[in-house]
Each structure stands twice: as structure tokens, then as C-alpha cells.
């Protein structure tokens, strides 16, 4: 079966340092992937996508970046955090084939990032 | 704008039988799913909608209207777990790769 991993479940960052979260995937191959922030109370919002190895799609420009180095592997980065960067970070994966787009999206358990 | 709209809030007496409603605004249409997340959780999949019509999964079901570009998720029998923020969310070709475009949420809150 599918699992993703996601961690830290909790980072406490100082404004200005640097940021790396790491999400992997297990028992898939060549899924798509995404980063999501949530704010408290709101909905969701995409940050980047990837439909494979080192294809990144950004969604809203800041001072984020993300990596895919291998096929099930995915890092959010930034080399500055900000104040306005605290949030609920969520990967997420799901499959590539048209065949199976009746499947949801499988969430990561997320990491709660404060930036003080 | 590509949109979908969706109630902030609502609340229900255990036992009861809730609606909760989602009307969206995209440009194209590859299905209406849902989502239910619990407080300091990640989002589940809870369902998913590409044809009109109602899909039931347990205490659970989905409806999608397509003409009216309109869906529902609805619960019965509700237990004091299903207190959680439920989203809808609509995939939307014309972004390409089967993203999604997502609903603000609904937060769920039930009474005993």
C-alpha cells in the first residue's frame, strides 16, 4: 500500500534562517506531487506541483523553492524564512494515470512551522 | 475567476442529518471531490463525484449536478467525530495534471 512521510511534525525557526522540509512517498511510482500551506482557519493553498524528477511548477512566487531529486522525493526550501512563512505545511501526492483520477489526494501528516 | 463556494459554518445535533453544500465557477470540469479535515490534522479523502448523481459510502454521500454546477456532501447519523472542517474541490483540466481547486472549508460544528 501507498504511505507518505512528511517531517518535522513541528519546527520553531527564526526569522532569516534557512528552511527544509522532506516528504516521501512509498509503494507508488512516478506520482505527482505537491506542496500545500494552510493558514489557521483557511483553506488550502498550492505551492508547487511536480509531475516528475526535477519538474516544478510554482504556483505563487515568495521566497520558497522546492526540489525533486529522486522520483518519490520532495523538499520545500527557503534560504530566508519570514514571519509571514509560519503556517501548516501539507504534501501531498497522487496518481499520474488518467484511469485513476477518481483517486483523492493522499496528505502527508504535515509540519507546523513558526517562524518567530 | 475560477471558484467554489462553500458555507463557513455549520452546526448539527448528534444523530441528525447534515448538508453541506458547494457551488463552483471553473473552466473546466473533471470532478468534485471531498475532504475532511480534523483540527491540527492533514486533509482525508473522503469522496469523489465525475458524473451527476449521488455516491453513498457509508454515513456518507456526495451528490454532483452538473448543469447547475452544484454538489453536496451529506451526513447522517452524526457522531461527535465528524466534528471537522470539510472541503470541496474541483479538478480543473485547464490546470493541467489533475490539480485541484479548492473550496475555503466548512467547519463542521456538532452538538451533543
Known amino acids: 500500500s501507498q504511505t507518505i512521510h512528511q517531517w518535522p511534525a513541528t519546527l520553531v525557526q527564526p526569522v532569516g534562517s534557512p528552511l527544509s522540509l522532506e516528504c516521501t512517498v512509498e509503494?507508488?511510482?512516478?506520482?505527482?506531487l505537491y506542496w500545500y500551506r494552510q493558514a489557521a482557519g483557511r483553506g488550502l493553498q498550492l505551492l508547487f506541483y511536480?509531475?516528475?524528477?526535477?519538474?516544478i511548477s510554482s504556483e505563487v512566487p515568495q521566497n520558497l523553492s522546492a526540489s525533486r531529486p529522486q522520483d518519490r522525493q520532495f523538499i520545500l526550501s527557503s534560504k530566508k524564512l519570514l514571519l509571514s512563512d509560519s503556517g501548516f505545511y501539507l504534501c501531498?501526492?497522487?496518481?499520474?494515470?488518467?484511469?485513476?483520477?477518481?483517486?483523492?489526494?493522499?496528505f502527508g501528516s504535515g509540519t507546523r512551522l513558526t517562524v518567530v | 475567476g475560477q471558484s467554489l463556494e462553500q458555507p463557513s459554518e455549520v452546526t448539527a445535533v448528534e444523530g441528525a442529518i447534515v448538508q453541506i453544500n458547494c457551488t463552483y465557477q471553473?473552466?473546466?470540469?473533471?470532478?468534485l471531490s471531498w475532504y475532511q479535515q480534523h483540527d491540527g490534522g492533514a486533509p482525508t479523502f473522503l469522496s469523489y463525484?465525475?458524473l451527476d448523481g449521488l455516491e453513498e459510502t457509508g454515513r456518507f454521500s456526495s451528490f454532483l449536478s452538473r448543469s447547475d454546477s452544484y454538489g453536496y456532501l451529506l451526513l447522517q447519523e452524526l457522531q461527535m467525530k465528524d466534528s471537522a472542517s470539510y472541503f470541496c474541490a474541483v479538478r480543473d483540466p485547464p490546470k493541467g495534471n489533475y490539480q485541484l481547486i479548492w473550496g475555503a472549508g466548512t467547519k463542521l460544528i456538532i452538538k451533543p
Open positions: 501531498a501526492w497522487s496518481p499520474q494515470s488518467r484511469g485513476q483520477i477518481n483517486y483523492g489526494y493522499t
Open positions: 511536480s509531475v516528475g524528477i526535477g519538474q
Open positions: 471553473t473552466s473546466g470540469f473533471y470532478g
Open positions: 463525484n465525475g
Open positions: 509503494g507508488t511510482s512516478n506520482p505527482n
